[in-house]
């Protein structure tokens, strides 16, 4: 059974960074291209960034500069450190991953497989 364990979120300034984690359970994790989605309230969820089994990573242009995907293929964990955050990143994010889907849907959350339960992320001052 595929499980997807996010942590990390919180209340931050606007400003301020936080790392958040994804760790993946039953499956060969270094197999999968994992990703981040978010969904702010109100609003569709939306892709954040993504890394590939290459190690390529793919990035929203709203987070680009700002939040660097990366993957530990040792401890099955998937990381997103958010920096300089603001107002309009807060949002519910989750983690996906899936095996099989091909390079030019990596942005697509329906060709994701597995999904995590999400983490709150509000910056606000």
């Known amino acids: 059974q595929v499980q997807l364990v996010e942590s990390g979120g919180g209340l931050v300034q606007p400003g301020g960074s936080l790392r958040l984690s994804c760790t993946a359970s039953?499956?060969?994790?270094?197999?999968?291209?994992l990703a981040w989605f978010r969904q702010a309230p109100g609003k569709e969820r939306e892709f954040v960034a993504a890394i590939h089994r290459s190690r390529n990573t793919y990035y929203a242009d709203s987070v680009k500069g700002r939040f660097t995907v990366s993957r530990d293929n040792n401890r099955n964990t998937v990381e997103l450190q958010m920096n300089s955050l603001k107002p309009e990143d807060t949002a519910v994010y989750y983690c996906?991953?899936?095996?099989?889907?091909?390079?030019?849907?990596?942005?697509?959350?329906?060709?994701?497989?597995?999904w995590g339960q999400g983490t709150q992320v509000t910056v606000s001052s």
């Open positions: 039953g499956l060969t994790f270094s197999r999968y291209i």
């Open positions: 996906a991953a899936d095996q099989n889907l091909i390079l030019s849907s990596i942005r697509t959350q329906s060709q994701y497989d597995f």
